[in-house]
């Protein structure tokens, strides 16, 4: 999930100076913001410095980020013959400095840390591209989706092309793990998921795990829906902390690698709450091969580093 960020007293002084997009689109910043959290935690694993919606400038969509307000896109899409006009992408030339940064990090990086890249899931892309910005109703994208469902299939079967070859570029520039974030995907019910869906996220994990590198395919708010998520692919499943851990390992089926599922506002309880939620998702993992420890979603920016800092050292055994 999001390591660095807000939270972190070097990111907030880098972004002092750059912009949000800005510390993406230059290698050498996005490289160093990649770093940060690895010297600073001693975390097992870096996430690239990117943003699921940097596609979106190559697609003509627009994109910005307004202080306190997220992502806001300028051309959304509101009708179905829009679909056919947006361009093709090619991942390689159209976000060659997401490319860049993935070899720069690979060679700053301590050999024992891996580095995972990622991209935006089919869905969550959609949402944005249809709602403009954050929601949380989802109203326009099921409405798209209902209402026009060959355009809304068209849209999601270019996405899943997008993203497919786009974490392979990753993957083929040195990223040894690639994650697929349909964060907002729980929105929908199972018969919608499997529907509108499901078909789409298959393709872009296949795409994604033709490279030969690991895939971790993540969701939030996913407990309806979970067994049809997992059934879409990936070599490892993110799960929220709305399930315990080993609820939805079950669920998962144990051939299956697991990531989670602390929830984020632990981080934000006094230490002995934190400690006691850390150690009850260690317990229910009880030491099986294949437990990713990770946060349910993303840091918040209110959060301690020294909170973040003690999960580290409670989950390396201390
Ligand atoms: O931790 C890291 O270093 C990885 C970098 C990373 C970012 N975005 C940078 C970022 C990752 C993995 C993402 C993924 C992302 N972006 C997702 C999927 C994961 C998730 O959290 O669900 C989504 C939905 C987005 C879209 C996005 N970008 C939103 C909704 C926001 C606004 C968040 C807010 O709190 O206002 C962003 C901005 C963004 N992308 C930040 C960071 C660190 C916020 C910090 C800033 O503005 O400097």
């Known amino acids: 999930m999001r390591q660095a960020g807000r939270y972190l007293p070097e990111y907030r002084a880098l972004r002092q100076k750059h912009s949000l997009l800005e510390l993406c689109?230059?290698?050498?910043?996005?490289?160093?913001?990649?770093?940060?959290?690895?010297?600073?935690?001693?975390?097992?694993?870096?996430?690239?410095?990117?943003?699921?919606?940097?596609?979106f400038e190559p697609l003509g969509l627009g994109l910005s980020f307004a202080t306190g307000?997220?992502?806001?896109?300028?051309?959304?899409?509101?009708?179905a013959d829009q679909v056919l006009e947006l361009p093709p992408v090619d991942p390689v030339n159209d976000l060659d400095y997401v490319l860049e940064a993935v070899r720069q990090v690979v060679r700053a990086l301590p050999p024992r840390v891996p580095l995972i890249g990622f991209a935006g899931a089919p869905f969550t892309l959609a949402s944005y591209a249809i709602e403009g910005g954050a929601t949380r109703t989802f109203t326009l994208t099921?409405?798209?989706?209902?209402?026009?469902?060959?355009?809304?299939?068209?849209?999601?079967?270019?996405?899943?092309?997008?993203?497919?070859?786009?974490?392979?570029?990753?993957?083929?520039?040195?990223?040894?793990?690639?994650?697929?974030?349909?964060?907002?995907?729980?929105?929908?019910?199972?018969?919608?998921?499997?529907?509108?869906?499901?078909?789409?996220?298959?393709?872009?994990?296949?795409?994604?795990?033709s490279s030969g590198a690991p895939v971790i395919h993540f969701g939030t708010d996913t407990a309806g829906l979970l067994v049809d998520f997992a059934r879409a692919g990936g070599d490892v499943i993110g799960v929220d902390w709305r399930s315990p851990l080993d609820a939805a390992w079950e669920r998962i089926g144990p051939g299956r690698a697991i990531q989670g599922n602390l929830d984020p506002v632990a981080l934000l309880a006094p230490r002995s709450e934190l400690e006691r939620q850390v150690r009850d998702v260690l317990a229910r993992a009880g030491r099986r091969p294949g437990h990713i420890f990770n946060l349910g979603h993303g840091v918040l920016p209110e959060t301690p580093v020294e909170s973040v800092q003690?999960?580290?050292e409670w989950v390396h055994g201390g």
């Open 69 to 79: 307000e997220g992502p806001q896109i300028t051309r959304p899409i509101r009708a």
């Open 25 to 55: 689109h230059k290698p050498e910043l996005a490289a160093q913001v990649t770093l940060q959290p690895v010297e600073r935690l001693g975390v097992d694993a870096a996430i690239l410095f990117a943003d699921i919606l940097l596609p």
């Open 310 to 312: 003690a999960v580290v």
């Open 142 to 209: 099921k409405r798209f989706m209902y209402a026009e469902p060959r355009a809304w299939h068209e849209l999601m079967r270019r996405l899943a092309e997008l993203v497919g070859g786009y974490l392979a570029a990753q993957a083929h520039a040195g990223a040894h793990a690639l994650q697929l974030f349909d964060s907002w995907v729980g929105c929908l019910s199972p018969a919608d998921y499997a529907t509108y869906v499901f078909p789409h996220s298959q393709r872009a994990l296949e795409l994604a795990g």
